[in-house]
């Protein structure tokens, strides 16, 4: 029976200080349990492009499995890649529906074709979001791995590299979108039994993308907290998928928030889907009981009675020009003392959400030699304001006279955090058109500038699938902005992400040119034998491979 939600919670300041959520007992129950064969070091990977469909006794394809079936593929490839002595390192994001609602690789065949034509291209490897969702859909602590294993074999086949992105949000806007994935169905049950579960804003509207940070804690979830779920989620992750680990899984990218950033859904993810977004002020969301009994219990310390009952009064709504606001204007309410104790409250909240699921994290893969990153989000669009609106309703402080990812920076460099985040290829010029007051060069400077200062790997993402050379020289300038001038170049960078348009003529011959440039083509090469003699891959041939695509 599911533990009851306080009808009162209480709240105390030093919850605002590091905490460490008491651990259960873990307890294996994962359907999908295997024992794969480490993979070989020190010698060159010869692969055979051959894709079984068979699979082990616990659900995953072995690696080494060469028993012919339908779904093989007869090209024989040899594949010999040098190690990389330079550049920066591309990947490419895999389809958000790469496994499907049950747990099944979706078009094998395709992926396999795919995989082949990405190594050959001299990509480093593929970026594969772990959806808690599909994974934990059965109930809580019952784990099926089965497709994502499927996938980490199929990688180290094609000699490629997996960064998993473990998605503890929502994919897609609703039922109706094809990439719908929810929250675990039993996660759904507990927040229509309470539904303060959720974020709320002041209109009372409900967001199930993302679990309340305000009951990180609280034994909301069938007698565990949210944050034990995730741990429980990751330690389970990380004994299933151990021989990979540092070898072939070289990276794990813990989701904070709403699609995967460390931030509040202060906009719906339908309304960053429309082409005006770029006005969005964003809601705070901070209405519902758990944060309003942290928000109350902060103000009653501060001695201030009055500032408890809830989020700025005229912050106007999602749509409202921020010079017609009292709180968001030039000379508004944000730069007042009562400003900085609400915004310093709920950006704390967010900084706290994020210690506490950076801890659990560095516990759980230590020694596993696997780097770890956590993303924000780029909110470029009130970003020449005084007050950013959008950045502040989201919980970054950031404003024109306070950096707000400078404490952020600082945090994931305690806990060895790569920083993640995306709009590289977003010009102002482009940009300005619809909002004047938009600036993702800007804003994209001034992260970059704090995680070198704070001596933090950096991780770029495009936020449109953009094939066009210009969009491709921007991500090139802004990587060399961050990198540039530092002994040991610490940037990659993650194509989103991998579907048919990919793989079209044109479009690959502006990605693979995009990718030597990114790679130094001169260091780091792939050579294919494809049986004519020919040492290296033809647009021609990658576009043929991969015309069964249909993602």
């Avoid at 808690?132 to 809580?140: K, Q």
């Avoid at 229509?192 to 909301?220: H, M, Q, W």
Wanted: charged content about 20%.
């Amino acid at each position: 029976m599911p533990i009851a939600s306080p009808s009162t919670p209480t709240f105390s300041p030093s919850f605002c200080r590091k905490t460490r959520s008491d651990s259960i007992r873990f307890v294996k129950t994962s359907t999908a349990r295997f024992r794969p064969t480490p993979p070989p070091s020190h010698r060159p990977l010869t692969i055979s492009a051959r894709l079984n469909s068979s699979t082990t006794s616990n659900g995953f394809v072995s690696p080494d499995n060469n028993n012919n079936n339908d779904g093989e593929l007869q090209h024989g490839v040899s594949l010999s890649r040098r190690h990389r002595r330079g550049g920066s390192p591309v990947f490419v994001t895999l389809p958000a529906d790469a496994v499907t609602g049950s747990g099944q690789v979706r078009r094998r065949k395709a992926m396999a074709q795919s995989f082949r034509a990405l190594a050959a291209a001299g990509v480093e490897g593929v970026v594969m979001e772990v959806w808690w969702g599909v994974v934990e859909r059965e109930g809580p602590r019952v784990y099926d791995w089965g497709g994502y294993g499927e996938i980490v074999a199929m990688a180290r086949r094609y000699g490629l590299k997996v960064r998993a992105a473990l998605a503890f949000h929502q994919c897609g806007t609703g039922p109706g979108d094809p990439f719908w994935i929810p929250l675990p169905q039993w996660v759904l049950e507990e927040m229509d039994k309470d539904p303060d579960i959720a974020y709320s804003d002041r209109f009372g509207r409900r967001n199930t993308e993302y679990v309340s940070l305000g009951c990180d804690i609280l034994p909301v979830l069938r007698g565990r907290s949210p944050i034990q779920a995730y741990a429980d989620f990751m330690r389970n992750f990380r004994d299933t998928f151990r021989p990979f680990l540092g070898g072939i899984i070289t990276e794990i990218q813990v989701g904070m928030g709403p699609a995967g950033e460390l931030r509040y859904p202060s906009c719906p993810i339908q309304k960053l889907t429309w082409a005006w977004r770029s006005r969005e002020l964003g809601e705070f969301q901070c209405y519902d009981k758990y944060m309003l009994a942290s928000l109350n219990a902060c103000a009653r310390e501060t001695g201030m009675r009055e500032w408890e009952n809830g989020g700025p009064i005229g912050a106007s709504n999602l749509m409202q020009d921020p010079e017609s606001t009292e709180f968001f204007k030039t000379d508004g309410s944000w730069n007042t003392p009562y400003g900085e104790f609400f915004l310093g409250w709920y950006s704390r909240m967010l900084l706290l959400h994020g210690e506490r699921i950076c801890s659990e994290t560095e516990t759980i893969f230590r020694g596993t030699e696997v780097n770890t990153s956590g993303k924000v989000a780029a909110i470029h669009w009130h970003y020449g304001t005084q007050s950013h609106p959008s950045e502040l309703t989201a919980g970054y402080y950031n404003t024109s006279n306070r950096d707000g990812y400078l404490p952020i920076a600082r945090m994931f460099g305690r806990y060895g955090f790569n920083l993640c985040c995306t709009s590289f290829e977003k010009q102002d010029a482009d940009e300005k058109q619809m909002n004047p007051l938009s600036s993702p060069e800007g804003f994209l400077r001034q992260l970059l500038l704090v995680a070198r200062n704070c001596d933090v790997p950096m991780e770029g993402e495009n936020s449109a699938a953009t094939l066009d050379d210009g969009s491709f020289q921007q991500v090139v300038k802004m990587s060399k902005f961050y990198s540039g001038g530092l002994k040991t170049p610490s940037f990659s960078f993650n194509f989103v992400r991998m579907d048919k348009n990919l793989f079209e003529y044109r479009n690959w011959v502006s990605f693979t040119r995009f990718v030597r440039q990114m790679s130094d083509t001169d260091i780091f090469r792939a050579y294919l034998d494809l049986g004519g003699g020919d040492t290296g891959l033809s647009s021609r041939w990658a576009v043929e491979c991969c015309a069964v695509l249909a993602y």
